[in-house]
């Protein structure tokens, strides 16, 4: 079956930086758009930025120009590069990818199972 794994989060100061993987996995035949989203204790989940299988990337506005957003194909993988770290930025990360495959031979979302990110003040 088809798998999204996470890693990359922790614990960081404010100001700081931390970098985001997520590598999908199993009976891939093609990816389309990738992101990554969040959601903090009691708010909903947000589109954080998002990466079409041509690289156009979007941002949301809190943190453009701080975020970057950037897959390597040959690797099935999305990453999001995190700067400047506020401590509002502190959420649950979860990588979304749209993948065709052998056991879904059209475009299916599938979720990662989310990475924590804290940012002390």
């Known amino acids: 079956q088809v798998q999204l794994a996470e890693s990359g989060g922790g614990l960081v100061q404010a100001g700081g930086s931390l970098r985001l993987s997520c590598a999908a996995s199993g009976g891939i035949l093609s990816i389309n758009d990738m992101g990554w989203y969040r959601q903090a204790p009691g708010k909903q989940r947000e589109l954080v930025a998002r990466?079409?299988?041509?690289?156009?990337?979007t941002y949301a506005d809190s943190v453009e120009g701080r975020f970057t957003i950037s897959r390597d194909n040959a690797k099935s993988t999305v990453y999001l590069q995190m700067n400047s770290l506020k401590p509002e930025d502190t959420a649950v990360y979860y990588c979304?990818?749209?993948?065709?495959?052998?056991?879904?031979?059209?475009?299916?979302?599938?979720w990662g199972q989310g990475t924590q990110v804290t940012v002390s003040s």
């Open positions: 979304k990818a749209d993948i065709a495959s052998y056991y879904r031979r059209f475009y299916y979302s599938y």
């Open positions: 990466i079409t299988s041509s690289s156009t990337t």
